[in-house]
């Protein structure tokens, strides 16, 4: 059974999407609120004036108490949609995954690691191309401890990006388009939605790009996902994607960080051009290699 058919075997009455749709969202807001009021409420009373909260978060905490309070407010997101899969939809979760027997766990590596490389080729080549931009800010100590906890929050918070875009929406929209280019296009549209509010947003020169960028991302981790019959590439590649904050990053960033090297301009035109490429490379090793063997074996015969 392909992956968007599987939601078929399920339970899709209209009204359960009423309950499940503004159930998640409201879990996963709320949810995260609920986690960090206790240290809003601390760090407003402490009587550091260095210390405060703001629209934009928290202000003078250490970089890696920031990073922690902004990673845990996707546990509730991660277990939300999972829940109303299994409970509402009356599926196993496993479903919203894969329609494999099993969950891929090679396949997701497969992705991290394959578009890890292509996303370092893509920092290497800008720093040979604009000289001076990449600045060495290692500061070993700090990497390792922010490092600790990047490789264990990170992946939740991509995987729960992943379960409600990739999983979810993907196959309820799926159950009425069968289009794959046009939900990829929708998927693509909604993913980049809530990255709308990254203040890389306000301080690009190029905020459209940007957004251009959020949205491609969104439409081909659709577009794998639906090419592979499972998000496990789409796992992988998110991850990877973010967890790249480690060896590159900018001051300005939704994921704060210490990292390798920091890029001083946010060059949005060469990141979506660098990006697309990279999809394109990624698509051919996953997709494209197994075509053409495929069709030079039927030439032979």
Known sequence: MEYLEIARTGKNDWWRYLISFPGILIVWIFGGVLLTLPFV???LGDGNPATTYDSTGFIGIPVVGNFI????????????????VRFIHARPVQTLITAAPRVRWGRILAGAAVWFVLAAIIS?????LYPGRYVLTLQPRALLVYAVFALLLIPIQTTAEEFFFRGYLLQWM???LKNKWLLALLNGVLFLLPHLANPEMSVSSNALLMALGYFAFGFFAALITV??????LALGLHAANNLMVLFVNYPVSALPSPSVFTIQTLDATYGLISTVAAMDIFYFVFFGLPKRAKTSTELAE
Not at 69 to 84: D, Y
Not at 124 to 128: G, K, Q, T
């Open 41 to 43: 409420f601390w760090v």
């Open 69 to 84: 309070l902004v990673m845990i407010t996707f546990f509730p997101f991660i277990i939300a949609t999972p829940l109303a």
């Open 124 to 128: 290497v080549v800008e720093s040979a």
């Open 174 to 176: 799926g159950l009425i």
């Open 227 to 232: 090419q592979d019959n499972g998000m496990e």
